[in-house]
């Protein structure tokens, strides 16, 4: 049974780019949540998307933009690359989007 | 919002120990998550937990509401045991009730 994947794994840009990362869930889950973890703290919550509507976002810029297709895998944009974006995003799912999250390994994204 | 502790922020010992992880939370929780995180980024759920013990192999969780703390054990250590373990409380009802830790940097040494 395919775990929570992301795409790509690794990606490097330059400031000013603009970037996309993806994720599929679980089968079944309905609920994709992203994250953005950066070096030597704990991850920190940028949006949750539940049945392709947005559930909650975390304060972060407008240029953190998310959504989620009608089979619930989910796409988050980042425009306007800044280096402090350099960092691990992880994509999370759950069914319900309440408990019982599944996490991805992450896309590490390296801003030069 | 939620405010989570772990002790130690780093931690080697040798392999074969018995190894314990704190984690301590202010708001009262629904669940908490242990996490593992390996070299290279990707995260594993070890345990999600809003009550009592749950046990995997040599892994061992505990949680005590009433003090707000929760610990992880990790019996006869190994070295593959080495990572990042973080714990993560959930307060809420959605992905932004998830308060992380910053993790404990474990690394068991042969």
């Known amino acids: 049974d395919a775990g929570v994947t992301q795409s790509p794994t690794h990606l490097i840009k330059t400031r000013g780019q603009q970037v996309t990362l993806r994720c599929s869930p679980i089968?079944?889950?309905?609920?994709v949540s992203w994250y953005q973890q950066v070096l030597g703290q704990g991850p920190q919550f940028i949006f949750q998307?539940?049945?392709?509507?947005?559930?909650g976002r975390g304060n972060f810029p407008d240029r953190f933009s998310a959504r989620q297709f009608p089979n619930y895998s989910s796409e988050l944009n980042v425009n306007a690359l800044l280096l402090g974006d350099s960092a691990l995003y992880l994509c999370a799912s759950s069914l319900s989007g309440v408990f019982g999250y599944t996490f991805g390994s992450g896309t590490r994204l390296t801003v030069v | 919002k939620n405010e989570v502790e772990q002790s130690p922020q780093n931690l080697t010992a040798q392999e074969g120990e018995f190894i314990t992880i704190n984690c301590s939370y202010s708001?009262?929780?629904?669940?908490l998550h242990w996490l593992q995180q390996h070299p290279g980024g990707g995260i594993v759920s070890l345990f999600m937990l809003s009550s009592g013990k749950k046990k995997h192999g040599r892994l061992i969780a505990t949680i005590n509401i009433q003090e707000k703390h929760s610990s992880l054990h990790i019996t006869a250590s190994h070295p593959r045991d080495s990572a990042v373990y973080i714990c993560a409380a959930h307060s809420g009802g959605g992905a932004d009730g998830l308060t992380f830790g910053k993790g404990t940097h474990l690394i068991i040494q042969p």
């Open positions: 998307y539940y049945e392709k509507e947005e559930r």
């Open positions: 089968s079944g889950h309905k609920s």
């Open positions: 708001v009262g929780i629904s669940a």
